[in-house]
């Protein structure tokens, strides 16, 4: 009877850690490390570099969101995530917030209970294909076999493409980009899709870049963000603001240069309720008057981020396009900060 | 007798549920059933618990929506718009296809390598110990990513078959090898029912027919052992046997207008004829010659354990050593072999759920993979995994206990 009791104890004690598990937030500051999804490797967006320091666009986030929680943007333990593994870990609590080249779509926001903060790039999904195959159209490829990064949109978006125009295709479902890279450039299959950055990224890293062209078509919309557990709104509100103060800091002309300077001589008051010299936003998130001005100072605006990462001037060499700011034609629009 | 330790009925006193030996093991076992009830009680409620606090639940209606996703080896109709189930089924017979060739390619491999070690060939014997170590001792999973990978990378892609300075050509113009699978001729009807093309009724046909000739051949053995046992002589059989099995066969796949369709280079990939994928080659092969390895130790083991006086009185009698082998040692060994070969069959469907490695989609890849991931139904998925291998590891073992039972010394 007694162990009937302890068990019943357990029980109880299960439940009550089970409703406990709601405070991010908390849970971040009192383990004094961000625990982020990416992915196992896309250069420029997640990749460990040559001293296995994690770089690229979206570690970028990650680090804003560790300087504007804890101060310190090397406190996040990277967790390499594949496009299957990413949503059991995040669901199951094993990562605080998913930054990885993940699409924005209803049924992961409303079915699988995921909160996406904002979109961090504008994608769409194309296709690349070695220049010797002459082939100039998406629409050219009836009887193609493309390699697929399996467990993502994409793999959904190509199936759909490939029936609205009525050609066939065979699929090679692949686990991570570094195996699918590998059967493209063996010439296991004719063509590699997946997000258009993620093709530039994976072509700047072959050999000869030059002999594979992306196919015109975008065949889909791919809103990537990054995004955290549904139910926990205090902790969604720090990963939103803090990708939204990233651009906003861009639209206001504050950078990692300049925003020591800005906090203390700024007479743009946006500027100022920002970077935490003014107003009380940061005590209304639940954290440090400068959480903003630590992203910015650590990592950069927006498009210091984009920049060095994956922009032009980066073998990458992605442009600006829809992810420029609102005031340059772009989509980029944070709402205000007051 | 108040001394006696007896208990006598109406004494039982409850410290003797652990003092007495007659009791004892009976209170040990209710509490591990108790334990064991609680915890996955436990573990039932933590999972309700977190499950109504993600606002989850647990339903099956996601099998019947669309799957999605296209999949490359379909041995039934499939497309992007069938069911998640149908896609589930897909893998299912994915993964049947590939564990039964595996099945018949492994026992074969067992079977002439624990014969070879055997063998008093030194050389052969240390080849087949050489292959028995190197290829059990390493994991599975490494055995299949290493020949696909060679595949892809030795083999050429069907571009290298393309223009006048082609750098491969196909095999007798009929047979094509690229790193994306091999690319057979495959037979088909042109005067067949349900016409060209033809329906599945034409290849029930051909097997009714070869049915037919498998049981009348045996007739004709039958018949000839009873001639023989009557009267001493055996009646010459072989050119009646070969007439049944190829006569009747040959003049219906002339009725039905056999012809095939030999794979021809046309846009990106060969087309015509049967693909066998560069992911079943690379499975079915890695999981042959692994669980193989397997299998001729047991088949060894099997073989020694046939007292060398067997061997030796069926050598007294004159027997070659290849029938002293056959009629002697091997059925006698069966009966030690067929109960491990048994856990080697189940462990070859079992682990082709490594299939996901190479990209070929079995059961552990398209319920537990894809749909899995686009449904988000984790939970769901896994069970309905479980349980199908679950069902398929229990009917091998009745299967092969069925034959082992047929198999075994039959004692009087």
Not at chain 1, 40 to 57: R, S, Y
Not at chain 1, 210 to 232: A, N, Q, Y
Not at chain 2, 355 to 370: E, F, K, N, P, S
Request: contains cysteine; hydrophobic residues 50%.
């Amino acid at each position: 009877m007694k162990k009937s009791v302890l068990f019943g104890a357990l029980t109880v004690a299960g439940l009550a850690a089970g409703a406990a598990a709601a405070g991010t937030l908390d849970d971040v500051k009192a383990r004094g490390k961000l625990n982020c999804g990416v992915t196992t490797g896309l250069v420029g967006f997640a990749a460990p570099d040559a001293n296995g320091e994690w770089k690229g666009f979206d570690v970028a986030v990650c680090r804003a969101v560790a300087a504007a929680v804890l101060g310190d943007p090397s406190a996040v333990e990277f967790v390499p995530t594949t496009g299957k593994t990413r949503f059991t870990a995040l669901a199951s609590g094993e990562i605080d917030m998913l930054a990885r080249n993940t699409t924005w779509t209803f049924s992961r926001d409303v079915d699988l209970k995921f909160e996406f903060t904002g979109v961090n790039y504008y994608d769409g999904q194309g296709f690349m294909v070695p220049k010797e195959l002459g082939v100039s159209s998406a629409k050219d490829l009836d009887g193609a076999t493309v390699c697929i990064q399996t467990g993502t949109t994409t793999e959904l978006n190509l199936a759909d493409f490939f029936r609205a125009n009525n050609i066939s295709y065979e699929p090679v479902p692949i686990e991570t980009n570094a195996e699918a890279q590998q059967q493209y450039l063996a010439g296991a299959c004719d063509v590699y899709t997946t997000d258009a950055s993620g093709l530039a990224a994976t072509r700047a890293t072959f050999e000869n870049p030059g002999e594979h062209i992306l196919l015109p078509e975008i065949v889909s919309k791919e809103p990537l963000g990054p995004l955290v557990r549904h139910g926990d709104n205090e902790w969604a509100d720090v990963v939103r603001w803090t990708l939204n103060a990233l651009i906003t800091a861009e639209e206001l002309g504050v950078s990692s240069a300049n925003v020591a300077e800005m906090a203390s001589s700024t007479n743009n008051p946006e500027v100022a309720r920002l970077l935490g010299t003014e107003g009380e936003l940061g005590s209304m998130l639940g954290l440090e008057a400068d959480w903003a001005k630590r992203a910015i100072e650590t990592q950069g605006n927006y498009g210091e981020i984009f920049a060095k990462n994956i922009g032009e001037e980066t073998p990458i060499g992605l442009s600006r396009g829809l992810n420029a700011q609102w005031t340059d034609g772009g989509l980029l629009y944070s709402p205000p900060f007051r | 007798m108040s001394t006696t330790t007896d208990p006598q009925g109406g004494t039982f006193r409850l410290s003797m549920l652990l003092n007495d030996t007659r009791y004892r093991s009976m209170t040990l076992q209710a509490i591990a059933a108790i334990v064991l009830a609680l915890a996955l009680l436990y573990l039932y409620s933590n999972l309700a618990a977190n499950l109504r606090a993600a606002g989850l639940n647990i339903s099956f209606a996601f099998l019947g929506s669309p799957a999605g996703y296209d999949i490359n080896q379909t041995l039934i109709d499939y497309n992007s718009q069938s069911t998640n189930l149908r896609a589930a089924v897909v893998g299912v017979l994915n993964t049947l296809l590939v564990a039964f060739l595996a099945c018949v390619t492994a026992t074969v491999f067992g079977v002439l390598a624990g014969v070879l070690r055997l063998s008093n060939n030194w050389l052969v014997s240390k080849l087949m110990a050489f292959y028995v170590e190197i290829f059990r001792n390493i994991p599975v999973l490494i055995w299949i990513v290493i020949i696909f990978t060679i595949m892809i990378a030795v083999l050429p892609g069907p571009r290298a078959f393309r223009g006048d300075d082609a750098t491969s050509s196909m095999l007798f113009d009929l047979f094509a090898f690229t790193n994306r699978g091999v690319y057979v001729p495959g037979p088909y009807f042109t005067r067949g029912i349900g016409g060209e093309g033809g329906s599945i009724i034409n290849w029930l046909l051909v097997i009714v027919v070869l049915v037919g000739s498998l049981f009348a051949t045996r007739a004709v053995t039958a018949r000839a052992n009873n001639i023989q046992a009557a009267t001493g002589v055996r009646p010459k059989t072989l050119w009646t046997n070969l007439a049944i099995w190829f006569v009747p066969i040959i003049a219906l796949l002339f009725i039905l207008g056999l012809s095939w369709d030999v794979p021809a280079l046309k846009g990106f990939n060969f087309a015509g004829g049967i693909k066998v994928g560069g992911p079943l080659i690379a499975l079915w092969f890695a999981l042959s010659i692994y669980t193989g390895a397997f299998i001729a130790e047991n088949v060894r083991a099997g073989i020694q354990a046939v007292s060398k006086g067997q061997t030796e009185a069926a050598s007294a009698l004159g027997l070659r050593p290849n029938r002293v082998m056959s009629l002697v040692v091997l059925p006698q060994a069966l009966r030690v072999i067929i109960p491990p070969l048994i856990s080697q069959y189940l462990n070859i469907t079992k682990n082709s759920s490594l299939a996901i490695a190479v990209g070929y989609a079995d059961i552990t890849a398209t319920l537990g993979g894809i749909t899995l991931n686009q449904t988000g139904r984790a939970i769901e998925c896994v069970l309905l995994l479980m349980l199908f291998y679950l069902v398929i590891s229990l009917l091998i073992s009745a299967f092969m206990n069925v034959y082992n039972n047929s198999m075994k010394l039959k004692e009087r």
